[in-house]
């Protein structure tokens, strides 16, 4: 099965920088997806950015609220995705996931939207922004 460790959440001002890790182990394909999702109380559980891989190709993609200010990196030799946030703002502040799908995937575009697709998930790292 697939584990997935998600850390490096913390309390920080607006305009300032996080940079979250998710450790994956367990995956047996090289074809996968890595999500990160993030959830505000109150409020449904937001897709904001994913990679899909299939057949050693890769697409990113990335919800428009972060677009330009986020940034999803990975370390192929520590089994580990980074999401880098920079310029947050307050409406930043959720628990984030990470999340995994095994196998061949859909587009990042289309696995984002649909995270009840993802079978694996972290548990979650609290990035709270302060005005």
């Known amino acids: 099965d697939v584990q997935l460790q998600a850390s490096g959440g913390g309390l920080v001002q607006a305009g300032g920088s996080l940079r979250l890790s998710c450790a994956a182990s367990g995956f047996t394909s090289d074809d996968y997806a890595i999500g990160w999702f993030r959830q505000a109380p109150g409020k449904a559980r937001e897709g904001v950015s994913c990679?899909?891989?299939?057949?050693?190709?890769?697409?990113?993609y990335y919800a428009n609220s972060v677009k330009g200010r986020f940034t999803v990196s990975s370390d192929n030799a520590k089994n580990t995705v980074y999401l880098q946030m920079n310029s947050l703002k307050p409406e930043d502040t959720a628990v984030y996931y990470c999340a995994a799908i095994p196998g061949h995937v859909p587009p990042a575009v289309i696995v984002c939207a649909s995270p009840m697709s993802f079978d694996s998930w972290g548990q979650g790292t609290l990035v709270t922004v302060s005005s």
């Open positions: 990679i899909s891989v299939n057949d050693g190709e890769g697409n990113i």
